[in-house]
T-cell receptor, first 111, second 114 residues
Framework: SQKIEQNSEALNIQEGKTATLTCNYT??????LQWYRQDPGRGPVFLLLIRENEKEKRKERLKVTFDTTLKQSLFHITASQPADSATYLCALGNYGQNFVFGPGTRLSVLP | DARVTQTPRDKVTEMGQEVTMRCQPILGHNTVFWYRQTMMQGLELLAY????????DSGMPKDRFSAEMPDATLATLKIQPSEPRDSAVYFC????????????FGPGTRLTVL
């Protein structure tokens, strides 16, 4: 069955450092991968999309990589700030297959 | 600005009661999703609709859950009878046509079944 893993349930880093979150998947052939941010008591909010034929995408302090050979995506937040503290979810999609979310990683950026 | 709305925001009910959750997708979005989120299972897809037609409800317990879209501005998720294990946050999301488009999530309905 399809399985998505995200590196750890929780990640603590110091303000100003780069946070790196990992998303690994098995038994799925995604055409694209999305990253979402979820704050407590709220619904997920879309951040970035990367397609299977793209290696890297950037948006301001965010960078996403996608390696379909390793079946892995890395999500980086550079110059992290306490306001970046949230749960980050990766999600896989493909035509004809259900859209699937990972379990999420709770990021805490410490001042 | 356009957003997905859900009602009620919180619902506490007793086991065996019927629960109906409502969602208003963003105007013009043709795909609507229902998700359930718990600490143990994370975010699970229950069902989704495209152009009001149900495309997949394989994630939904069929015996007690039902999802409908009576019109393009309303999606409903009903649980009858409810059980304590149904306690979770239920999210509705919508997106415009096109596989790659992002999903816009509502604020969720927190359901507690006693």
């Amino acid at each position: 069955s399809q399985k998505i893993e995200q590196n750890s349930e929780a990640l603590n880093i110091q303000e100003g450092k780069t946070a790196t979150l990992t998303c690994n998947y098995t038994n799925y052939s995604p055409a694209y991968l999305q990253w979402y941010r979820q704050d407590p008591g709220r619904g997920p909010v879309f951040l970035l999309l990367i397609r299977e034929n793209e290696k890297e995408k950037r948006k301001e302090r965010l960078k996403v990589t996608f390696d379909t050979t390793l079946k892995q995506s890395l999500f980086h937040i550079t110059a992290s700030q306490p306001a970046d503290s949230a749960t980050y979810l990766c999600a896989l999609g493909n035509y004809g297959q259900n859209f699937v979310f990972g379990p999420g990683t709770r990021l805490s950026v410490l001042p | 600005d356009a957003r997905v709305t859900q009602t009620p925001r919180d619902k506490v009910t007793e086991m065996g009661q019927e629960v109906t959750m409502r969602c208003q997708p963003i105007l013009g979005h043709n795909t609507v999703f229902w998700y359930r989120q718990t600490m143990m299972q994370g975010l699970e897809l229950l069902a989704y609709f495209r152009n009001r037609a149900p495309l997949d409800d394989s994630g939904m317990p069929k015996d007690r859950f039902s999802a409908e879209m009576p019109d393009a501005t309303l999606a409903t998720l009903k649980i009858q009878p409810s059980e304590p294990r149904d306690s979770a946050v239920y999210f509705c999301a919508s997106k415009a046509g096109g596989s790659y488009n992002e999903q816009f999530f509502g604020p969720g309905t927190r359901l507690t079944v006693l």
